[in-house]
Nanobody
Framework: QVTLEESGGGSVQSGGSLRLSCAVS????????MGWFRQAPGKEREGVAT???????VYAASVEGRFTISHDFAKRTLYLQMNSLKPEDTAMYYC?????????????????WGQGTQVTVSS
């Protein structure tokens, strides 16, 4: 069984930073593909960043250079460091696990999903 639990969301002013965490419970953690996705009100869920088992990463163009995805193997935790936040980053952020993983695939059945953590950026 796979469980994912996000934390670290909150409200911040434009230009601020937040770090999201995702506690991961799964067998063969080291072999899993993982990522962060987000969904703003009235919009479809979109990919933000992905992390492969070989530690390669892919970012959405809208967050490239501002967000960093990483993980701590010993703590079985996935992170998303978000800097220079903008109001358009406001969304519910979800942690996802499953291979293959892609920014362009964000369906309910594509991966295991966490419950989400809200990020709100004010101007």
């Amino acid at each position: 069984q796979v469980t994912l639990e996000e934390s670290g969301g909150g409200s911040v002013q434009s230009g601020g930073s937040l770090r999201l965490s995702c506690a991961v419970s799964m067998i063969r953690y080291s072999a899993y593909c993982m990522g962060w996705f987000r969904q703003a009100p009235g919009k479809e869920r979109e990919g933000v960043a992905t992390l492969q088992p070989d530690d390669s990463t892919v970012y959405a163009a809208s967050v490239e250079g501002r967000f960093t995805i990483s993980h701590d193997f010993a703590k079985r935790t996935l992170y998303l460091q978000m800097n220079s936040l903008k109001p358009e980053d406001t969304a519910m952020y979800y942690c996802a696990a499953g291979c293959p993983i892609s920014l362009s695939r964000a369906g309910d059945d594509d991966y295991y999903w966490g419950q989400g953590t809200q990020v709100t950026v004010s101007s």
